[in-house]
């Protein structure tokens, strides 16, 4: 391996200026330039066993790729990309690649690693205007989808948006059924337009769409169709993608105080709805001056810096260890940073306090100090007897994360579930209890990431293609 | 999937309205006591209303409005033809329909619609249903005929007393009960503080109440949490948990502070859009 000091820097990513892009819904990170690409891209050793691909859930050819970007070939690079990740755009914005494809580059120990997710970004933004069919099979038209084959997704998260691309590919006619007015998940209703700008979203479903999946929205797994119904409308095999949508919530006095929402009834407001662009937009989104968001993963990062944006005051993220053991990507916890999050570290909420007419006024937070590790090999997070204040704020969010949304369960009892209720899936194929039924994604691990969900996804596909071409 | 709307009728003029919409797989699947969230623009609110009937076999659900709004005053402007551009449901659970004997279902304003299709419900498991309906005056009374051909009975009340009882429907209700002993349930739907009163009448006499909530909604699938409202001091999602609950239970005062959530935000966005349409 080349000495440390041989190695170049990775080229910087160019970004909105900080105090610009408080006030903006704009895409915070603008994205290599060509030059810039070919730069970082001619810094990979080309590893013999390249170790990135392993780290990755979908295990996109990284070192394959890289080569081609470094010679300018973009086209062949997002053929390469392509070949196993359906939403590349989306994945080289937020995947956490710093314990992925990066982490586990050959460069990682000495602080360099290629920027793999950005050069991904940059590849696919090159090529979206590229024919879908001919970038995936190589072929110039897409393959004859088989009607007789039809697949279900319900839900259109990442996970079904995988399935939906691997097996169109594979020439089976995939029907995605999405419960509300728009696609794409968390990526359309929670992750904010600053982080993933929803044309991307928009242009990789268009995409699939051209490929001949069939996109359904207002369709409720479980109510508005039922697993049944889809075997008995000729579906061979139902992918499972419904997400882990449920929000959880603290419990404690005064939560049902007017300014106390969860992340997900604030993202949603703002992302899906635009309620940003009120009144131009019907759907009100809460303001507020002081505002608190409970919580140290991207949920937490992605509401605090969607209230500045909105205009607050002051935003700050209480969370009950330090900021050193948030769960958030480092780049999104540095970010908030930079544009002006306040940490409110070792501090867990007892009480939300309001006025006479309901509206809240402050939170009682409880000190808190680390003690031994726990399981999860964390420092636990211990009282400081006697020692509470209160935060004054007028408005909170509550990142605390979210349990499986119960729609399609409660319609489908025969589906085995888990002790924490998400659906019980084989570990390798992602098949239910119920035959040709398989589940992936955050309704069958918990809230996780968009590339394990597409790498789950990806698992199902291989298997109903391999069963229903008849090649098992 | 077009959701056309196949008839309109004003009910009370430019205030409360029925709509016929076209949606085959929510006529099939809706039970009484589901709700839809409809929007009705690019830039629209989502917004939940119950169904109040279905015809399966010409699949179609009727909803039943009234105007307090901008969304619902955009719906007022649409007529028979127009198509809607998003209809999702059908959503909540349904009512339980126990064979109880006599189930008395109380219905006030726009509630009484959805209260139709709950006591028809009823009615087809083969329980005795009195409904009993009130309204300000006669004129804002709803759905009496329609009530009146399945239910074993119909009692009105009046504000002003230009029909029936006057004074409000708890008043019947608490009559009602005191005289037979024999009422295996009531259903209450209709203003917060009419389900309220309801609860409170019920309550001594210790029979089964259910109040069908109406919060704040954004997804209605549970993904938001917007419609949470306490139930026997636990937090319950009206959409998925409900919208029914056990009337003895509900927190109503947080409910009614908590629909007061947006006042100041929905006033100007009515109030923007009278200016702009009149
Ligand atoms: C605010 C936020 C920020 C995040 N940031 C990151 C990040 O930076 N990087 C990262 O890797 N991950 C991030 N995540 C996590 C990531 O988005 C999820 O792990 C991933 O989206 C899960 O994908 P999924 O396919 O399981 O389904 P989801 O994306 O959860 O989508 C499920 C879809 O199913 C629909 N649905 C639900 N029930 C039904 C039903 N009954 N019928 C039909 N449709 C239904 C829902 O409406 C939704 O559209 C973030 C999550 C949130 C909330
Ligand atoms: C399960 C359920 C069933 C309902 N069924 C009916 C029905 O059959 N007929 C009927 O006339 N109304 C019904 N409602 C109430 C109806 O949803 C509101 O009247 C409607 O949302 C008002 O929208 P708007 O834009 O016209 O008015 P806005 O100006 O937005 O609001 C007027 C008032 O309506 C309430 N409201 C606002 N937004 C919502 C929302 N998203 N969800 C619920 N309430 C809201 C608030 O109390 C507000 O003060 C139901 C509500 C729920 C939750
Ligand atoms: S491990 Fe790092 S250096 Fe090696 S091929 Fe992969 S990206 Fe290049
Ligand atoms: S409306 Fe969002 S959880 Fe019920």
Redesign the interface.
């Known amino acids: 391996m080349a000495k440390k000091s041989k190695i170049r820097p990775r080229v910087d990513m160019p970004m909105q200026d900080p105090t610009v892009r408080c006030t903006n819904f704009r895409e915070v990170a603008l994205g290599y330039s060509r030059e810039q690409a070919m730069l970082e891209a001619s810094r990979c050793l080309q590893c013999k066993t390249p170790t990135c691909q392993s780290g990755c859930p979908v295990e996109v050819d990284c070192k394959g790729f890289i080569r081609a970007v470094a010679r300018g070939d973009i086209e062949t690079a997002y053929g390469i990309i392509k070949e196993t990740n359906s939403l590349p755009a989306v994945c080289g914005r937020v995947c956490p690649q710093e314990n992925q494809c990066e982490g586990h580059c050959k460069l990682a120990p000495t602080g360099k690693p290629i920027a793999i997710g950005r050069l991904e970004r940059f590849v696919s933004d090159s090529y979206y205007a590229k024919n879908p069919c001919d970038a995936i099979t190589g072929r110039d038209d897409c393959p004859m989808l088989r009607e007789d084959l039809k697949v279900a997704a319900i839900g259109s998260g990442p996970s079904s948006l995988t399935v939906a691309g691997y097996l169109a590919a594979r020439g089976i006619k995939v029907t995605v059924f999405e419960?509300?007015?728009e696609l794409g998940g968390v990526l359309t209703?929670g992750i904010p337009e600053f982080r993933l700008p929803k044309s991307i979203v928009h242009t990789e479903v268009e995409f699939l769409k051209k490929q001949g999946v069939e996109f359904?929205?207002?369709?409720?797994g479980g109510?508005?169709?039922t697993i049944d119904d889809l075997f008995a409308q000729g579906y061979k095999a139902v992918f499972i993608g419904v997400g882990a949508?449920?929000?959880k919530?603290l419990?404690i006095p005064g939560?049902?105080l007017?300014g106390v929402?969860?992340a997900?009834?604030f993202l949603?407001?703002v992302n899906l709805?635009?309620g940003y662009?009120?009144?131009?937009?019907?759907?009100?989104v809460?303001l507020g001056k002081h505002v608190a968001v409970f919580g140290g993963g991207n949920v937490a990062m992605d509401a605090a810096r969607t209230a500045l944006r909105l205009g607050a005051e002051k935003v700050s993220i209480v969370y009950r260890r330090t900021k050193n053991e948030m769960p958030a990507r480092r780049e999104e916890l540095e970010h908030a940073l930079e544009e002006g999050v306040c940490l409110e570290c070792l501090a867990q909420p007892l009480a939300f306090e309001g006025d006479d007419?309901?509206n809240l006024t402050g939170i009682r937070l409880q000190r808190m100090e680390l003690g031994e590790p726990d399981e999860s090999g964390r420092c636990r997070p211990c009282c400081i007897e006697g020692e509470t204040y209160v935060l004054p704020v007028d408005l909170a969010v509550l990142a605390l994360g979210t349990g499986p949304?119960?729609?399609l369960l409660?319609a489908t009892p025969e589906l085995k579930q888990t002790k924490w209720g998400y659906i019980d899936g084989d570990d390798q194929t992602g098949e239910t209890s119920i035959p040709m039924v398989f589940a992936g994604g955050d309704i069958v691990t918990g809230s996780a990431t968009v590339v394990m969900a597409m790498g789950a996804g990806r698992r199902a596909a291989k298997v109903i293609a391999r069963r229903l071409l008849g090649e098992e | 999937?077009p959701n056309t709307i196949v008839k309109k009728k004003g009910l009370i003029p430019g205030r409360v309205s029925e709509m016929i919409i076209s949606a085959p797989?929510?006529a099939t699947?809706a039970r009484p006591g589901n709700f839809v969230v409809l929007?009705l623009?690019p830039?629209?609110?989502?917004i939940p209303l119950t169904i109040a009937d279905t015809d399966p076999q010409a699949g179609t659900i009727t909803i039943v409005y009234m105007v307090l709004g901008?969304?619902t005053a955009m719906l007022e402007k649409l007529v028979q033809g127009d198509d809607i551009?998003?209809?999702?449901?059908?959503?909540g659970k349904p009512t339980r329909l126990d064979k109880v004997g006599t189930v008395i279902c109380v219905g006030g304003g726009t509630g009484i619609a959805a209260m139709h299709h709950i006591a028809k419900g009823h009615h087809r498991v083969g329980n005795r249903v009195v409904a009993i309906i009130g309204a300000r005056s006669k004129d804002l009374l709803l759905f009496e005929k329609e009530l009146a051909s399945f239910c074993d009975e119909v009692l009105v009340a009046t504000d002003d007393g230009s029909y029936g009882h006057k004074g409000f429907v708890t008043e019947v209700l608490a009559k009602r009960l005191a005289q037979d002993a024999h009422v295996g349930e009531v259903v209450g739907v209709g203003p917060v503080p009419m389900m309220r009163a309801v609860a409170e009448t019920t309550r001594p006499f210790k029979v089964r109440t259910i109040v069908s909530l109406n919060p704040i909604m954004?997804?209605g699938?549970?993904?938001?949490?917007?419609c949470?409202v306490?139930v026997g001091g636990k937090?319950r999602?009206a959409c998925?948990d409900g919208p029914e609950f056990d009337a003895h239970s509900v927190?109503f005062d947080?409910l009614m502070?908590?629909l007061?959530?947006?006042r100041e935000?929905?006033q100007?966005?009515y109030n923007?859009y009278c200016e702009c349409h009149g």
């Open positions: 419960a509300l007015h209703y359904l929205t207002n369709q409720v109510m508005t169709v949508g449920l929000p919530f419990n939560e049902s007017i929402y969860s997900n009834e949603t407001r709805m635009k662009r009120f009144p131009e937009y019907d759907t009100p809460p007419a309901g949304n119960p729609v409660n | 999937m797989e929510i699947k929007r623009s830039q629209g609110e989502r901008k969304t551009l998003d209809v999702c449901g059908p959503l954004v997804d699938i549970g993904m938001c949490g917007a949470r306490t937090t999602f998925v927190d947080e502070r908590r007061g959530s947006f935000q929905e100007a966005s923007t």
